[in-house]
């Protein structure tokens, strides 16, 4: 059984009140329009959006897994600490802003700052699969986890703004495209993905894949750019003294 939320002309603490309160793990929200913090600190419930939620959709989320028939907007996933949340439209900026573990897979293209600070810890390994084209400062400061961006529709194109990478001392991004990324700092390092390489990701594209209707073969089959530190010319040089 699932608890039914109408959202119209809902106050978003309102919102978050039903849905927190909730005895059911299932929910669905229908009429969201801006609401913002749903699912905000939620554990064990599985969250069905009809609508655009507003900002820091499942900030801080825990073991949850969100599902956005739409659009989201600023700050999806802010410091998520598991769980999946699923957006089966565009995103906004700053999707992942410091995530620590779990997932967003997003079908179309996600703003400016996707996977800032993103970190991770021994087995906790957050992951960001972007379906279209992302905007500037991708990866931004990245510490940890995994950022793909899969450019469907834009492979004429490198998928990705710029400045990608600016800060990166952790973690990969792993591009599918033809067209490397221009202007990529000195610190960062771009190489052709390797066959072990597309095995690595295989599990999150297949995940993507299965959640929006692709097929995961023949989006592992295109070209990859890896992008990693440099170790040979690390960030942290610019900060401490050796």
Same mark, same amino acid.
């Given at each position: ?45 599985? =969250?069905? &959006? +009809? /609508?655009?939620? @507003?900002? #820091?959709? %499942?900030?801080?989320?825990? *073991?949850?897994? !969100? ?17 999946? =949340?699923? &957006? +089966? /439209?565009?995103? @906004?900026? #700053?999707? %992942?802003?410091?995530?620590? *573990?779990?997932? !967003? ?19 906790? &390994? ?117």
């Amino acid at each position: 059984m699932a608890t039914k939320i109408n959202a119209t002309g809902m106050h978003y603490k309102d919102l978050n009140h039903l849905v927190s309160s909730a005895k059911d793990k299932d929910i669905i929200i229908e009429n969201a329009l801006g609401h913002r913090y749903i699912g905000s600190s939620a554990a064990d419930k599985n =969250i069905e &959006i +009809h /609508g655009i939620p @507003g900002n #820091a959709l %499942g900030a801080y989320l825990n *073991d949850c897994r !969100i599902n956005v028939f739409a659009n989201a907007q600023d700050a999806t996933g802010d410091t998520m600490n598991s769980g999946e =949340i699923i &957006i +089966h /439209g565009n995103c @906004g900026d #700053a999707a %992942g802003y410091g995530m620590r *573990d779990g997932k !967003i897979l997003i079908k179309g293209s996600a703003g400016y700052r996707a996977g800032i600070h993103m970190k991770e810890y021994q087995s906790h &390994i957050p992951m960001i699969v972007i379906g279209e084209k992302v905007g500037d400062f991708l990866g931004e400061y990245q510490a940890g986890g995994r950022i793909i961006v899969l450019g469907i529709g834009h492979e004429d194109e490198c998928p990705v703004g710029s400045f990608c990478g600016t800060g990166m001392h952790g973690g990969a991004i792993y591009i599918r495209t033809e067209h490397a990324p221009k202007g990529l700092p000195v610190q960062v390092k771009c190489t052709d993905a390797s066959p072990e390489d597309i095995e690595a990701i295989r599990p999150d594209v297949e995940e993507f894949a299965a959640s929006f209707g692709y097929n995961a073969d023949e989006l592992l089959k295109s070209h990859f750019f890896k992008l990693v530190p440099n170790t040979a010319n690390p960030y942290k040089q610019l900060y401490v003294n050796n």
